[in-house]
């Protein structure tokens, strides 16, 4: 279980939620309201104050690494280090069968990153997430280059990953797709993150 | 080998004549260069000439404090120049910082090195052998430093979502900048490389030519070159380094994260 205590971080209001192993959590709000702002100070990736345990485990007891090994922080447009597809991959292997269910070419292992479009790009950094097994993950809007099948296809597997535990946090523009993947929604309204 | 020439005021004069056409030049060319070429050549001349009479002080004296002092002001000089080559600089203190206490740290080991074991001047601060080693590490060590420092902190700004992609999947600090650390290093060492590569063929150093102008045996003076490249080499590698191991630790922060709002926008 994931919770969170009195986070706060640049204009948003301390803010606290618990989220069970299994649940998905949804967050809305206009664009620049602080949804993303919100994902990183949980991955501990920019400077926030408060609490936040993973069961009893507290954040600040462990490094940041192992810490962001458990509480994955996936970015809308998440970035790529090396110039081949599979050198981001650490057992390529073992996510081979997952890329055809998502619409990606088999192939695409062997490819350079800058032949990958962006859809193709959101798909593949899911599977990197996904691949070191973590306890959260945290989604910034990991459908937004997806058409209709492949966002399917993002929400089934997710969905999958939770029947084994996987607690998310699962940001997204569309109400329609809060409503669909969520148990519980949030929105951020003026710096305050609201229940709805 | 034939002694050593000296020159007059009448012959500076002479050689002057050449400025004199390239104002010309820029005249009649519109260049409109003409007044930082008449401005630029009277601060060599004058800038020279005080180093001249300020070195045949020091060398008069052979104090150790005076010696010393002159090195500190070498060094807060290049220290300044360091922070103005960057594109963009850290916050606060540390692009000043960072960049003189690195140099500074391994123009003098390298040069305290060089006086107390192959030199062996005597005093080993003698400022006839501190001074000119010094100057010409620092000056290696300086362009070294500012090209990685520069090299460093643009990339990690343009790369910022290579480098949080890394961290967010539980890398550390050290791993997510390897990428951009290496970068620096190596553009902050291929120049002294470079160098080392081309020098003889293409060019012949200005210390060794010095050395022959002045009546020393060409293969002596060689020596003297071959000492100074190696001692250009460790202080550049020293210094480089340290000021990017420096930085890519000043760029993040001790829960792995990076920082860029250390940097000026």
Redesign the interface.
């Known amino acids: 279980m994931l919770s969170l205590r009195g986070l706060t971080t640049r204009n948003l209001k301390p803010f606290s939620l618990e989220v069970a192993d299994g649940e998905c959590v949804s967050v809305q709000g206009p664009s620049g309201s602080g949804k993303s702002l919100l994902l990183r100070a949980i991955?501990?990736?920019?400077?926030n104050q408060g609490q936040a345990f993973l069961d009893e485990r507290e954040r600040a007891s462990m490094?940041?690494?192992?810490w962001?090994?458990q509480v994955?922080?996936?970015?809308t447009?998440?970035?790529?280090?090396?110039s081949g597809v599979v050198e981001h991959f650490s057992d390529w292997a073992a996510i081979e069968d997952s890329l055809a269910p998502l619409g990606l070419d088999p192939a695409c292992g062997g490819w350079p990153v800058s032949r990958l479009s962006t859809g193709e790009r959101q798909r593949l950094?899911l599977l990197?997430?996904l691949a070191?097994s973590p306890r959260v993950l945290l989604l910034d809007e990991p459908t937004s280059a997806l058409d209709e099948a492949a966002t399917a296809a993002v929400e089934a597997l997710i969905a999958r990953h939770r029947k084994t535990g996987l607690s998310t946090i699962w940001v997204s523009h569309s109400r329609e797709q809060a409503q669909r993947v969520s148990n519980r929604s949030y929105e951020i309204r003026t710096g305050g993150v609201v229940a709805l | 080998m034939t002694g050593y020439i000296e020159l007059t005021i009448l012959d500076l004069a002479l050689a002057s004549l050449l400025i004199l056409i390239n104002g010309g030049l820029s005249l009649w060319l519109r260049l409109k260069l003409e007044r930082s070429l008449a401005l630029a050549t009277l601060r060599m001349i004058v800038q020279l000439t005080a180093i001249g009479f300020v070195l045949k002080a020091l060398f008069l004296t052979v104090s150790p404090w005076l010696t010393g002092g002159a090195a500190l002001a070498m060094i807060l000089f290049a220290g300044r120049e360091i922070a103005a080559r960057q594109e963009r600089k850290m916050l606060g203190w540390w692009s000043y910082g960072l960049g003189v206490s690195c140099m500074a740290t391994a123009a003098f080991v390298v040069t305290i090195f060089a006086l107390t074991t192959q030199l062996q001047a005597d005093p080993w601060y003698h400022p006839r052998f501190a001074l000119p080693i010094l100057g010409m590490v620092l000056g290696n060590t300086m362009t070294s430093i500012s090209l990685g420092l520069d090299r460093l902190t643009s990339s990690a700004g343009r790369e910022r979502a290579a480098i949080e992609a890394q961290l967010a999947l539980g890398a550390t600090r050290q791993e997510a900048m390897r990428p951009f650390t290496r970068l620096a290093l190596r553009s902050a060492l291929m120049p002294t490389i470079n160098a080392m590569a081309a020098t003889g063929l293409v060019s012949l150093p200005g210390m060794m030519t010095g050395q022959i102008l002045s009546g020393v045996d060409p293969v002596e003076a060689t020596k003297y070159q071959i000492l100074i490249m190696f001692l250009i080499a460790g202080g550049t590698g020293l210094g480089a380094v340290t000021a990017v191991m420096g930085g890519m630790m000043r760029l993040t922060d001790e829960r792995h994260r990076l920082r860029l709002d250390r940097l000026e926008e």
């Open positions: 991955a501990d990736l920019d400077l490094p940041a690494p192992e962001r090994r994955v922080y996936l970015a447009d998440a970035g790529w280090w090396a950094a990197r997430a070191l």
